[in-house]
Every structure is written in C-alpha cells, then in structure tokens.
Antibody
C-alpha cells in the first residue's frame, strides 16, 4: 500500500520560512515525478511545484516562484518544499502527490493526507 | 480565478447520471489528452479518478467516465449513489509556464 506522509506544517509569521517534508513508502520513489498541491481554507486545489524523478528539473507556479524551492532525496524516499518569505495567502493545506508510475506522468496518482501551513502574525 | 472553468455545483437523484464540465483553452485541455479528475470529501485528500481524459485507475468504479470535446472535458457519473456526494476537480497539463492547472471544483449534491 502506498503512503505519502507530509510533515513540517505549522504557524509561521509573515515573512518567515518553513520546510515541508513528504516521506514515501509502498512505491519506488525514484520512478515518480513529485508535486506539491495546496488548498487554501474553503478553496479549490492549486498546483504549486513539480520535480522530476531524478530531481534534475523543477517547475513552479507563478505565485511561489522565487520564494519556494522543491527538492528530493531519493536515498531517503523523501520530498521537500522549502518555503521562504511566506505570505498570508500561502495559508493552506499542502499535499504531496506522486505523478506517473503505470498511469500518466501528467496526473496525480497518489496523495498524502496533507499538512496545514498557517501564515499569520 | 482558476485556469479551468467548472460549474460551482451540480445535483442529481440516486440512480440518475450527471455530467460535470471542465473548460480550458487551446493551451491545455484543447491541446493535450492529459486531463485528469479527482474526487474529494470534506477534510480528506483528493482521490485519483480519471487520467488521460478517459482512463480509470485500478479500483475506480466504471460508473465514472471521462470524455473531451475541443477545449472542454467532461466527467460523467452514472447510477448516482449517496456516497458520490463530494467535490470534483479537473486538472490538465498546460504548455504555459504554469505546467499543471486545476479547475475551481464542482460540488456534487445527491438529492
């Protein structure tokens, strides 16, 4: 069974930083592209960032470009999201999601349960 | 404003069929067969329902089907059941710098 477990969320002041982690099990982690998707309270889903299987290439939503950095450690089956210069509008549940495997590389096959990030003074 | 446009809500009675639309542009839905759909219950993570417009992952009921015409994709749920009541999101690959874009979500109510 596939498990993606996010951690690292919490309350942070505007302008602050936070690092999210996502530990994967039940999949060959290095065979999957990975994304972060967020959901603000009462709102819809928003794709945030993507990293290729090897970590060689990354992509970001315009709303976080230059502030967030996605990375991965395939030896530890773990995905990361470094979030700097946080704003109130970054408040959301952050999900990690695996892309690819036997399904499409452009679909989110597996999801974690999410970790809540609250940016407030 | 979401990149893909979905109706805010749809409803149907048990046993009926409903269709949710997802309208994009010639840069995303219209350009590629990389539309996927997700079901989400309140307070829960999304569940993967459809990929590449028409394909169902293993374990997803065949009551769920997808299609596409031009810049609009569709999710059809047949034989509506009470536990189909949830939010549904479409998503597409886009050749813009955004990479992946979601619809705003549709709340399905089973009457």
């Amino acid at each position: 069974e596939v498990h993606l477990l996010e951690s690292g969320g919490g309350l942070v002041q505007p302008g602050g930083s936070l690092r999210l982690s996502c530990a994967a099990s039940g999949i060959t982690f290095s065979h999957y592209g990975m994304s972060w998707v967020r959901q603000a309270p009462g709102k819809g889903l928003e794709w945030v960032s993507f990293i290729t299987e090897s970590g060689a290439s990354t992509k970001y939503a315009d709303s976080v470009k230059g502030r967030f950095t996605i990375s991965r450690d395939n030896s530890k089956n773990t995905l990361f999201l470094q979030m700097n210069t946080l704003r109130a509008e970054d408040t959301a549940v952050y999900y990690c999601a695996a892309m690819g495997g036997s399904q499409s590389v452009y679909a989110f096959s597996y999801w974690g349960q999410g970790t809540l990030v609250t940016v407030s003074s | 404003q979401s990149a893909l446009t979905q109706p805010a809500s749809v409803s149907g009675s048990p046993g009926q069929s409903i269709t949710i639309s997802c309208t994009g542009t010639s840069s995303d839905v219209g350009a590629y067969n990389y539309v996927s759909w997700y079901q989400q219950y309140p307070g829960k993570a999304p569940k993967f329902m459809i990929y590449e417009v028409t394909n169902r992952p293993s374990g997803v009921s065949d009551r769920f089907s997808g299609s596409k015409s031009g810049n609009t994709a569709f999710l059809t749920i047949s034989g509506l059941q009470a536990d189909d009541e949830a939010d549904y999101y479409c998503c597409s690959y886009t050749r813009t710098t955004t990479y992946m874009v979601f619809g705003g979500g549709t709340k399905l109510t089973v009457l």
